[in-house]
DNA sequence: TAGAGCCTGGACAACGTTGTCAGGCTCGGG
DNA sequence: CCCGAGCCTGACAACGTTGTCCAGGCTCTA
C-alpha cells in the first residue's frame, strides 16, 4: 500500500495534482478545477489562496485526464509525405495556424509515401483521439478509416482522393495546371515536348500526365512513347530519362517536368546542354526567378491548400458540413523565361 | 441515469470501449487489455473470440485513458520558429524520424519568434504531458519551465540556449562558421566587407556577428558602423541596407548575410548591380549552385542538428544523461564562386 | 485419487480531471 | 426574528484504461 502511493507520486515526476493544490490552498478539489478553468463562482480571496498554492507547487494541469473526461482532444493530426519537402512546410504551417485559431494542436507525421506507414501514423492519432485528421495519402485504399469516420473523427483528405471511401479532398487542378502549362510551349512553337513524371500510380502524377496528353492531343501532335518518362523521380534516373529524350533520333526541344524534384534535376541537366531547350513546371521552386534564364511554372499555392482543409476540418467538426466534397484549387502559370524559350531544330 | 449512459455512448461518436468488446466476446474487461496490448495469459480460442469482437465493433484503443494510467505519452514536442522556413522543414523531419524509432509521435508548433507564442506552446505541452521538449527559443527567459523540468520533462534546446535555466543545448558553431566565413572573402582580397543580420537580441545573429568582428580584426581591418546592419530582415530593409552600404562613400565591395532570407535578398540586389559584388552567405539555400555565379554560403546541417538533439532527448528519457551540455556542431564552407569574386575598386 | 502447482480469467482500484448535485452560508424583506 | 433566495463550496461519480490480486479449473505426480 505505501509502494502504491510512492509510484503513484513519482508518476510524473513527482508532479502536483488538483488534490495536492486543494490541500495547499485548504479547498475542495472542485474549487481549484474552477480557478485553473476560470469558472464563475469562486470569491477572489478564495482564488487568490488557490492561485498561490498553483504557482508555490508549479502545478500544471494535466491534459490527458481532462481530455479522458472531455471527450475532446483540441488536437488534430496531419499526415503528409514529407516534411523536408519544401511543398509541405509551408503547407503544415497554414494548417497549425488555422488550428491555432481554433484551440488546437497539430501533430505532424510523415508517411515517406509509404502506405504501410500511412495506415499505421493515421491509425496511431486516432488512438489518442485526435478531433480530425488532414491526409495527404500515400496508399490508395483507405478504408480502414471507416470506424473512425463513423465515430466522428472529421476528416479531409489534401492533394489525391481517398481510396474506395467517401470523404472531403482538397487538391490543385493538376489536370488543367499541367494541360495549360503544356499548352504554353505548344503555343510558343514547340511540337515534340517530353513529360518526366511519377508513377501513375500517384493521382497527381496521372492528372498530370492526362493533362500533357489533353494539350498535345487538342493541338494534333501524336505523342511519341520516348518522350514520356513515367515513374521516376531520383536525380540519378531523372537525369538519364532526360538524356535520352534530348538526344535520341526524335530529340524534345522542350521539356515538361512533373513536380518540383524533377524541375531541379532537369535545371541541372539542361544547363549542360549547349542546345537551349524550354521548360515548364509543375510547382514552384524558390529562387525560380534568379536562375538563368528564370524558371516558368505551374504553381499551386500550399498554404491556400492547407488553409483550405483545415478550414473544412473544423467545419465538419463544428457540425456544418455533412457532404464531402471535392474541393479544386486552381492553379496559376508563372512565365519567367524558360518556358518561353523558342525550339531549336 | 440512462441520461448519463446515453451521453456517455454519444461521447466520442458511439465509439466502443474494452468493456463494449468484452460483452461482445463474452469475456472479461482485463482480457481484452490482455489481447490488445499482446500480453500472454490468453488461450488462443479466448484471443481469437476477443479479436473478432475487435475487429467487428472497430475497436481502437483510447490512449487518453492509457497514458493517464502509465504516465507516458509516447510524445515529444518540438517548438520552432516557422514550419515554412526551408530550414525547420529538415530539422522537424529529422526529430519525428528519431521520434519514431523510439516509438514516439511529434507535436509541432511554430512561435513566429515571439515569445510569449513560445511560452503559451511549450506550456500547452507541457499540459499534455509530453516526455520530452525540443525547443528553439524565442524569448531569452525560460524560467517559467523550471517546474517542467523539476518534473522529469526531459528538455534540449536547439539552435539558442536558454536564457536563465540550465539545459541541454544543440546549435551550430556560428561564430566559428561566419569567422570562417568572412575570412574567406578576406583571403580574396576584400577589406571593406558588409555585414547584413538580424538583431543581436537573437544569439545565432549575435555571434555570427562577434564572428564577423573577430575576422576583421583577425586581419586587422577597422570596422565602418555603415558596414553593418543590424535587425534587419525583411526584404524591403535589406535592400535598402544593402544599397546604402554599396553607395556610400566607403563603399563595400563585399558582403556578408546573415541568414538564409537576407541571402536571397542580397543577391537579388547584386543582380541589378553593374560592378560584381562578392557575396557569402549564412546557411545554405536550395539551387545556390545553379545560380550565376553559384553562392558561396557557410552551410549549417538542419538534419543533423535535429537528430543530434533528438538523441540526446531520448538520452535523457532514458535516464542516461544528467549534466546539462552545449554541442556545437561544425558548419562547413561551400564555395559555388559569389565568395571568389575579388574586389572591384 | 488427492494434493500441489500452474494457467487462465475477472473483480477492483487507481490514474487526474470535470459535471452534477446538494448543503451551508449570507443577506434582505416581511 | 424568521424565512427564502442566491451565492459559494465541496462530495461524489464517471471518463477508459492498466496493475494487482485472487478464484477456479486444469494438469501432473505421488
Request: charged fraction near 25%; hydrophobic fraction near 40%.
Amino acid at each position: 500500500m505505501p509502494q502504491t502511493h510512492l509510484r503513484s507520486a513519482t508518476r510524473y515526476g513527482n508532479r502536483p495534482t488538483m488534490k495536492d493544490v486543494a490541500a495547499r490552498a485548504g479547498v475542495g478539489l472542485k474549487t481549484v478545477s474552477r480557478v485553473v478553468n476560470g469558472e464563475p463562482g469562486v470569491t477572489p480571496e478564495t482564488e487568490r489562496r488557490v492561485q498561490e498554492a498553483i504557482d508555490a507547487l508549479g502545478f500544471r494541469r494535466n491534459d490527458s485526464a481532462r481530455v479522458l473526461r472531455k471527450g475532446r482532444t483540441a488536437s488534430i493530426g496531419l499526415v503528409l509525405e514529407d516534411l523536408a519537402d519544401p511543398f509541405y512546410g509551408p503547407l503544415s504551417r497554414s494548417v497549425e495556424e488555422v488550428a491555432r485559431a481554433h484551440g488546437a494542436l497539430l501533430i505532424n507525421g510523415s508517411s515517406a509515401e509509404d502506405p504501410e506507414r500511412e495506415q499505421e501514423l493515421v491509425l496511431a492519432l486516432c488512438a489518442r483521439r485526435v478531433d480530425g485528421l488532414v491526409v495527404i495519402p500515400a496508399g490508395d485504399d483507405h478504408r480502414y478509416l471507416e470506424p473512425e469516420l463513423k465515430a466522428g473523427v472529421a476528416t479531409v483528405f489534401v492533394d489525391r482522393p481517398a481510396g474506395h471511401i467517401d470523404a472531403d479532398v482538397v487538391l490543385s487542378d493538376n489536370f488543367g495546371g499541367a494541360r495549360d502549362g503544356v499548352a504554353h510551349l505548344i503555343a510558343h512553337g514547340h511540337r515534340r515536348i517530353g513529360f518526366i513524371g511519377d508513377m501513375p500510380r500517384i493521382h497527381t502524377a496521372a492528372e498530370r500526365l492526362r493533362g500533357y496528353r489533353a494539350a498535345m492531343e487538342d493541338a494534333g501532335i501524336p505523342v511519341a512513347d520516348s518522350w514520356m518518362s513515367l515513374g521516376v523521380t531520383d536525380p540519378e534516373r531523372v537525369r538519364r530519362a532526360a538524356g535520352e529524350m534530348l538526344s535520341g533520333p526524335d530529340p524534345v526541344t522542350a521539356v515538361f517536368a512533373g513536380n518540383n524534384r524533377v524541375t531541379v534535376t532537369v535545371i541541372r541537366v539542361l544547363a549542360e546542354q549547349t542546345r537551349r531547350v524550354a521548360l515548364v513546371g509543375f510547382d514552384d521552386i524558390e529562387l525560380a526567378d534568379l536562375l538563368q534564364p528564370g524558371v516558368t511554372v505551374v504553381a499551386q499555392d500550399a498554404a491556400e491548400i492547407g488553409r483550405t482543409a483545415a478550414d473544412r476540418l473544423f467545419r465538419q467538426l463544428d457540425g456544418i458540413l455533412v457532404t464531402p466534397e471535392r474541393i479544386e484549387l486552381p492553379t496559376r502559370l508563372i512565365t519567367r523565361g524558360s518556358g518561353e524559350i523558342p525550339p531549336a531544330d
